[in-house]
């Protein structure tokens, strides 16, 4: 061989050695940028997701939080409701009532009340008390019931028509109050005092 042929072969021999480092260490710098790249990759897909789920969690509590505020501005317009519904209904029932008192079967009512207390009381006194709006009725009463000697028939002020029966012991007394609610229904309540 040659000096020339040498030379040549050296640096063959040189430049594929120095091609194949290259290559070489372009390989491992590739390789070490896309494990550097895919851990990028991954912390970031990490931060999206952890983002993501605050986001979420925030907006799921803005959404609970409006939903809690409709929630009660539906709760107080549907008492508001309620209440002038139960307005609007005792206004009524109070009209029927006055326009039942103004009627004849208001005092047949009366008097089957009483009639009804006469008979629970037997022969004990028997002690009504009226409003005082039914002062007309007094004595009408008076004369349907037929009771006068063991029938005391006074004035009260909140109940229509309130019976008190005196028993033979003087602590017992029964209390027979019809107020408003209770004409409408015909119901009676018994309460000892």
């Known amino acids: 061989m040659t000096t020339e042929e040498k030379l040549q072969h050296f640096y063959d021999v040189s430049m594929n050695s120095a091609q194949e480092e290259a290559q070489k260490a372009i ?14 990759k991954r ?5 999206s997701d952890n983002r993501f789920k605050i986001e979420s969690e925030n907006a799921a509590r803005e959404i ?7 929630h009660l501005h539906i709760k107080r317009k549907l008492s508001k409701k309620q209440q002038a519904l139960k307005e609007k209904l005792f206004a009524e029932v109070e009209d029927l009532l ?5 009627q004849p079967e208001y005092t047949d009512w009366m008097e089957e009340k009483i009639r009804a207390a006469l008979a629970v009381a037997g022969n004990d006194e028997v002690k009504i008390y009226v409003n005082s709006s039914d002062a007309a009725l007094l004595e009408e ?7 006068a000697a063991r029938l005391t028939i006074r004035f009260a002020i909140l109940s229509i028509l309130r019976l008190t029966l005196s028993t033979s012991t003087p602590s017992d007394q029964i209390v027979i109050s019809f107020g408003y609610r209770f004409i409408l229904c015909g119901l009676f309540w018994w309460q000892q005092v």
């Open 43 to 47: 912390e970031k897909q990490a931060a």
């Open 141 to 147: 009463l008076e004369k349907r019931t037929c009771f």
């Open 64 to 70: 609970n939080k409006a939903l809690s505020a409709e």
């Open 27 to 40: 390989s491992e710098y590739r390789a070490s940028l896309e494990q550097e790249m895919e851990q990028h």
């Open 98 to 102: 006055k326009t039942f008192c103004r």
